[in-house]
């Protein structure tokens, strides 16, 4: 039992019936999701992400398929069975849904058995709650006197009242500026952490799942096109809705720039090759580009550098513009092979060629 995932998706379709006809919105999705991982789920609006988390609580029943929580099938729960379920299944928001006219400790109170467990102790769980997520000063306030970092904040308090196993995020950061984003996730890091909870999180934006979440899953038009450890996802994305995932983290506006510069077109022109490398960890580090160009005799150019965080590691991002001939070009592609490097050829406007 105890090896089981915390969360296990197996070939999953969602369908709705519409006026307009049938929406398919998962099709044979499977997803295992390990014991106390941080798990991204990655798409585009309309890609079924939200869909997906509610076969996960049971708030939509698959048409097809399992979806197995801690072992226990989701849709085979008696009702009785699913609202017990769903205490240990905490969940938060984009827009945090919390009740403007209560307090925010009434809004955490709601969430526990305040009758079970009489008034001192609810109080001294709020309390700890509010602690935990660093509001122990403001549970007078309601919600409307908060920012959105803090309402985020007394969702999160809330979503962990009845100490879930798993915590079910759908786009919790989406409505905040980088820098609350940034300590929203820290704070679910710090939980993962400390209560070992799985964190399923939904997020149309890669730089969220770079920050903390291990493992990743791309979901494109309800079918899940691509997963697995994060680092991978970027060193290799294999599906082009991946790719331009990865290359919206890392394609930044002065990448583009640099790029379509009159210095890269005329060397373009002249036969010179675009070549993008990725490098990660201590490859980062490693003096790969004065070996390669000592070693085959070819003049490489940097045309555009950047090093982003992946978790704790780093990972850089090299676009430079490479002299000589076929043979030459054909044995830097095999010694980045050989060295773990990513490295693929691309054009002015930052296509794989
Ligand atoms: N109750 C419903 N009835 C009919 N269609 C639905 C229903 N719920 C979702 N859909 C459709 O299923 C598809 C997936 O929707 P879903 O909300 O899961 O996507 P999403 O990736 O979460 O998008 P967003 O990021 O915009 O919320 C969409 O085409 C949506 O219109």
């Keep these: ?55 996960v609580n049971g708030l939509e029943r698959p048409t097809q398929g399992v979806v197995r929580v801690q072992g226990e099938d989701i849709a085979a729960l008696s ?62 306030s309601y919600p ?19 100490e879930p196993d798993i915590l079910l995020c759908d786009e919790p950061t989406s409505a905040l500026d980088p820098e609350t984003t940034d300590s929203i996730l820290e704070l679910l890091r710090q939980l ?8 399923m999180l939904i997020t ?15 979901v494109n038009e309800g079918t899940l096109v691509e997963r697995g450890a994060t680092v991978d996802i970027f060193k290799q994305p294999k599906h082009a809705v991946t790719r331009g995932f990865v290359d919206s983290f890392f394609q930044t506006k002065e990448a583009a720039e640099s790029l379509r510069s009159p210095y890269v077109t005329n060397l373009v022109s ?44 780093p990972l850089g991002n090299l676009y430079v513009l490479v002299r000589g001939n076929a043979d030459q070009l054909a044995s830097l592609f095999q010694f980045a092979r050989q060295s773990q490097v990513s490295c693929i050829r691309i054009n002015q406007a930052g296509e794989e060629l």
């Design 192 to 199: 993962n952490e400390t209560h070992g909870i799985t964190i």
């Design 270 to 313: 002249e036969g010179a090759w675009i070549v993008r490398f990725l490098f990660y960890g201590d490859e980062a580090y490693q003096a790969f580009i004065s070996e390669a160009s000592q070693k085959f005799g070819i003049q490489i150019s940097i045309i555009y550098g950047s090093v982003r965080m992946i978790g704790s590691a």
């Design 79 to 140: 009702r009785e069975e699913l609202r017990l379920r769903r205490k240990k299944i905490g969940m938060i928001f984009q827009n945090f849904n919390l009740l403007d006219n209560a307090t925010v400790q009434k809004n955490i109170e709601l969430a526990l058995p305040a009758r079970k467990l009489g008034r001192a102790k609810t109080s001294e769980r709020v309390s700890l709650l509010l602690e935990e997520v660093g509001l122990a000063h403001r549970s007078d």
């Design 144 to 162: 409307s006197q908060l920012s959105g970092g803090q309402r985020q904040r007394v969702a999160i308090a809330r979503a962990m009242a009845n």
């Design 1 to 55: 039992m105890t090896n089981e995932p915390a969360i296990e998706i197996q070939d999953v379709t969602k369908t709705f019936a519409t006026r307009g006809g049938t929406v398919t919105a998962l099709h044979d999705v499977s997803l295992s999701i390990e014991r106390g991982t941080i798990y991204g789920v990655i798409g585009h609006s309309g890609g079924g992400k939200s869909t997906l988390v509610r076969c």
């Design 204 to 218: 149309h934006e890669m730089s969220v799942v770079t920050r903390i979440c291990s493992n990743v899953a791309v």
